[in-house]
């Protein structure tokens, strides 16, 4: 049976959404149907018809398939994410502080998505992620933490987490992302990044990744995206115009003023509202 229209749907998504929503080999022809008499996408005939519904289509973007990978998948927090380990350490008091903070400014009805970017490398910006990601979860509200840098990953090194499959192969495949479990922090999954494909910027700037946010905003509280340093590459401003809201970066004696006003100035073209900014010193 047919799951891939003219309109270029992915095969993986409609084949996942099929089996998410439990059709028939007769429902798949009553679909195959509508799609040949309107030309329709799969995933649009099936919801004219009323087999699929947008619950569906979210659950399984936002890689809630039960019968994915991602269900038995474990991460564990490496010793160096302090939040994880040692909540009286004097860092793990600060990121509780901008916790708070993000937490005060926060959307009171909907998820609390993060895009969280930096003007260079080696600035603290995926530990700082982490470490966010990790203490939200410990308040018991559903975390998501996403890797987008699809250029030089680390949330899997820092979480101990396969990284075979990621997001970068979900958006390329149009299937369910792998999300992994993180042992210890019920509340915390992560999304690592996948290994690296050659065009991380049109991946990102694909309206899939919105589609996938979508899911993911109805089944997390928060949302954390790690995204690549900007003054090298606008993969990050492709995650911030999906994302709407923004915690920026920078590192004592290491950022350089000019690529902070330049950073903020590329977000206004991006749509990005900036809601916070760390300096880090550590």
């Given at each position: 049976m ?5 309109r270029?749907?992915?095969q ?110 080696g ?49 390329v ?23 690296r ?86």
């Amino acid at each position: 049976m047919r799951l891939e229209s003219e309109r270029g749907e992915p095969q993986r998504l409609s084949q996942t959404l099929a089996r998410r929503s439990g059709l028939t080999d007769s429902d798949l022809k009553r679909i195959s149907m509508v799609q040949d008499q309107l030309g329709l996408g799969f995933i649009e005939a099936a919801m004219r018809l009323g087999l699929v519904t947008q619950s569906d289509l979210d659950d399984v973007l936002a890689g809630g398939d039960v019968d994915t990978e991602a269900v038995h998948a474990v991460a564990r927090p490496v010793a160096s994410l302090t939040s994880a380990h040692d909540p009286f350490d004097p860092y793990s008091e600060r990121i509780r502080a901008l916790r708070t903070e993000l937490l005060m400014r926060a959307p009171k009805d909907e998820a609390n998505v993060l895009a969280v970017m930096s003007p260079g490398r080696g600035e603290g910006r995926s530990r700082i992620a982490a470490e966010l990601a990790i203490t939200f979860a410990q308040l018991g509200q559903s975390t998501l933490l996403v890797d987008c840098d699809l250029r030089r990953s680390s949330q899997h090194e820092l979480f101990g987490a396969d990284n075979d499959q990621g997001l970068a192969q979900a958006l390329v495949e149009g299937r369910a992302p792998q999300v992994q479990a993180v042992v210890g922090l019920p509340s915390l999954s992560v999304l690592t990044a996948g290994p690296r494909l050659a065009t991380p910027l049109e991946i990102l700037s694909d309206p899939m990744f919105g589609e996938m946010l979508t899911g993911w905003r109805r089944r997390y509280r928060h949302i954390i995206l790690d995204t690549p340093a900007v003054t090298e590459y606008s993969d990050g401003l492709a995650v911030a115009s999906h994302a709407g809201r923004v915690l920026l970066i920078a590192r004592a004696d290491r950022t350089g003023h000019a690529d902070c006003r330049d950073m903020i100035r590329r977000l206004k073209s991006a749509r990005g509202e900036v809601v916070g900014a760390v300096l880090n010193t550590f």
